[in-house]
C-alpha cells in the first residue's frame, strides 16, 4: 500500500487552509516523470525551487496548479518536504538526471571552445 501524508497549506490571509494530500510514487511514475517528453509544463514553474518545480509537487499531490500557485515558495515548504520524505528516489533520480544533463552541456561547450574555426 502506498503512503501518504496530508498537509495543510494555508495560501491566503484570509485563514482560508488547503489540505493536500501527497503520495508516494512508483517506480514507473518516476519513470514516466522523469524520463520522457510528456510533461515539459510551464517553464515558470519549472524554476520555483531549485533542482525542481510545481509540477514535480503537482505529480505527487492531489492539488491543482491553482492551489499551489496561490502559495508563496514559504508556504510550500511543508509540502515539499512532505514530498521529499515520501519520494526520496523521485528526487535523487531527477538530481542524478541534472548532474548529467549539466556534464553533456560542459563538454559540449568545450568541445565548441577549442574546435578549429572553419575557413
Known amino acids: 500500500m502506498r503512503a501518504t501524508r496530508t498537509i495543510v497549506l494555508h495560501p491566503d490571509d484570509d485563514g482560508e487552509s488547503l489540505a493536500?494530500?501527497?503520495?508516494?510514487?512508483?517506480?514507473?511514475?518516476?519513470?514516466?516523470a522523469l524520463l520522457t517528453d510528456e510533461a515539459v509544463?510551464?517553464?515558470?514553474?519549472?524554476l520555483v525551487f531549485d533542482g525542481f518545480g510545481l509540477g514535480d509537487l503537482l505529480m505527487q499531490c492531489d492539488a491543482s496548479a491553482a492551489d499551489l500557485e496561490r502559495c508563496t515558495p514559504g508556504e510550500l515548504a511543508p509540502l515539499v518536504t512532505a514530498c521529499q520524505e515520501l519520494n526520496p528516489f523521485f528526487f535523487r533520480v531527477r538530481q542524478a538526471i541534472e548532474r548529467s544533463a549539466k556534464a553533456v552541456q560542459a563538454a559540449v561547450e568545450q568541445t565548441l571552445l577549442t574546435a578549429p574555426a572553419a575557413s
Open 20 to 32: 493536500v494530500v501527497v503520495r508516494e510514487l512508483t517506480v514507473a511514475e518516476v519513470r514516466n
Open 41 to 46: 509544463g510551464d517553464p515558470l514553474q519549472s
